[in-house]
């Protein structure tokens, strides 16, 4: 099983709304990752947990705020977003370290989201 | 620096004939590399994956791929392509240092029924 679930599927909000988004794997793996997608363009990654510690933080706005409850969960909590911020966010997670070259990152379906 | 290209927007393939998606592809140490596909309004599917050994590797959907490393490519074939398989296809590296993948820019696929 290489499922990963994201909720919702689609969240329309406005740009002083409080939201998250929610991403959950069963697949034992330690790693989990939150990517923004705009369309036709490839995923650009936004941060990376590691065994639930933040591992990369790509320079993400603070209006993005991830979290990580246990090694199966991980949210990613919106505040004050702008219409720019509309994309596809996509969740993913591998088996993390000491996988090492074995590691390869399994995808979420995505959230729509659109900020008005 | 890591990276990869593929330098065909969108490749145009009429169905039953063989496809051939490229990626090239750019790193300093050993080459970790993927392909995945994305439906429309979908996640990313991964479909194959070259770590080392045979350079011919097989995957998901009757794809497989072609490792060479005088080229430094990495394409993406299929003998006999369905319609079913329209979609945007990623190459992506992996720097074995850390955690980070980087995908190409994408490859729209179209099938012609």
């Known amino acids: 099983d290489t499922e990963v679930t994201q909720t919702p599927k689609h969240l329309v909000m406005g740009m002083t709304n409080k939201k998250s988004l929610k991403c959950e794997q069963h697949m034992g793996h330690r790693a989990m990752y939150w990517y923004k997608q705009k369309a036709k363009k490839p995923p650009e990654l936004m941060f990376v947990?590691?065994?639930?510690?933040?591992?990369i933080n790509e320079s993400v706005p603070s209006r993005f705020s991830p979290e990580c409850p246990n090694s199966s969960l991980l949210n990613l909590h919106l505040h004050a977003l702008q219409p720019e911020d509309s994309a596809l966010y996509l969740c993913?997670?591998?088996?993390?370290?000491?996988?090492?070259?074995?590691?390869?990152?399994?995808f979420g379906p995505g959230t729509r989201l659109t900020v008005l | 620096a890591q990276s990869v290209a593929q330098p065909e927007d969108q490749v145009n393939v009429a169905e039953g004939n063989p496809l051939t998606v490229k990626c090239t592809y750019s790193v300093s140490g050993n080459p970790y590399l993927f392909w995945y596909v994305q439906y429309p309004n979908r996640g990313l599917q991964f479909l194959l994956k070259y770590i080392t050994g045979d350079n011919l590797v097989k995957g998901s959907y009757g794809f497989e791929a072609e490792f060479n490393k005088s080229q430094t490519s990495f394409h993406l074939k299929k003998p006999s392509a369905l319609v079913s398989d329209s979609a945007l296809y990623f190459c992506?590296?992996?720097?074995?240092?850390?955690?980070?993948?980087?995908f190409g820019k994408g490859t729209r696929l179209h099938i012609l029924p």
């Open positions: 992506a590296v992996r720097d074995g240092r850390d955690d980070k993948i980087i």
């Open positions: 993913a997670s591998s088996q993390g370290p000491p996988s090492g070259r074995l590691d390869t990152q399994y």
């Open positions: 947990y590691s065994y639930e510690k933040l591992s």
